[in-house]
């Protein structure tokens, strides 16, 4: 059978050169007579795919020579307890901004462990945008203030870097979550204290939690943090205090290697800008289908939409999957429709799906 377009939040579509050589190289990598997914993770095989891996994510992030990268698991929600657990240190309290379903959910456990403080909410306008920073209400001494930079339920992305020294507390580490939209855009890493997210949505399969972390905030854990989440037991052992999860790396590895290929991250934030404006100019010129968040703050990776006669969306999505377009269906907790047009995606995939919505509406319109 043909490869369908595979529009899922996650885990999502990878590019179909990674899986090829994945697939050639199941059996026997590279002469070793084994898959990587049999070998010790603690033998020179797989150190050597996990230093590439950590060198080509390096190089293509330009991430500065005091942070370290940790290959950790629990994905981006097991996150939400790890971060105040490291970083909250001799402090009392941190800040978060609040910008849809992944900020909140971050909020809430993040309560579990200290003082969290909303630093800024978009509940108001239903999480359709981001507060500007200058109306961000930062606490005295926060430990940190965290930001969830793409929203993948609500299709909200930030539509600048949280530089906290435009508002002169630049001394604050930024955390982000940046699962859904993480190597998608140029960012300069030297803003944030800390980086994270789930592998699943545009780097590779689940299992895998990429952490970017600034050094100064190593050695901060709590006494009740479990050895192998504390950040910098992680890092001293070079991402291996446990076994890690080796394939997923090794996936990971490639990915890295196909988005050098492509021409790093700002050919791919080129491709990605067409293909979001592509979606986004049809929905917006439609009168059919809508966006509802501010243009100014829509994500270019989660484009969640809606049929004005949602009496229809079933039919929708019986007939794009017919058309082979898949995992349109929007989250349960918002509705309607959403296409996740990760890096993986190619623009093809995005004029396919718009062409469908075009003889979808001329049929129902």
Known sequence: MSRVWNFSAGPAAL??????????????WHGAGMGVMEMSHRGKE????????????RELLAVPANYRILFMQGGAI???????????GDKVVADYVLTG???????KEARKYGQMNVAASAEATGF??????????????????????????????????????????????VVADMSSHILSRVIDVSKYGLIFGGAQKNIGPAGLTIVIVREDLLGRAMALCPSAFDYRTVAEAGSMYNTPP?????????????????GGVAAMEARNVAKARLLYDYLDGSGFYE???????????????????????????SGAKEAGLVQLKGHKSVGGMRASIYNA???????????????FAARHG
């Open 15 to 28: 590019p179909e050169e990674v899986l090829r050589q994945a697939a050639e190289e199941m059996l026997d």
């Open 46 to 57: 797989f150190v050597a795919i996990a230093e590439a891996a950590e060198a080509d994510l």
């Open 78 to 88: 097991a996150e939400n307890a790890i971060i105040p657990m490291n970083l909250l």
């Open 101 to 107: 379903s992944w900020s909140v959910k971050s909020y």
């Open 128 to 173: 359709t945008a981001v507060p500007a920073m200058c109306d961000w209400q930062l606490s005295a001494d926060p430990a940190y203030v965290f930001t969830c930079t793409n929203e993948t339920i609500g299709g909200v992305e930030y539509p600048f870097e949280p530089d906290l020294a435009q508002i002169g507390r630049g001394e604050v580490p």
């Open 246 to 262: 080796t394939y997923a790396i090794y996936i990971a590895g490639l990915v890295f290697q196909w988005l050098k290929r492509q």
């Open 291 to 317: 966006s509802r968040v501010d243009p100014a703050c829509r994500s270019r990776m989660n484009v969640p939409f809606f049929l004005k006669d949602e009496s229809l969306n079933d039919a929708f999505l």
């Open 345 to 359: 995606m190619p623009i093809e995939g995005v004029a396919a799906l718009v062409d469908y919505m075009k003889a």
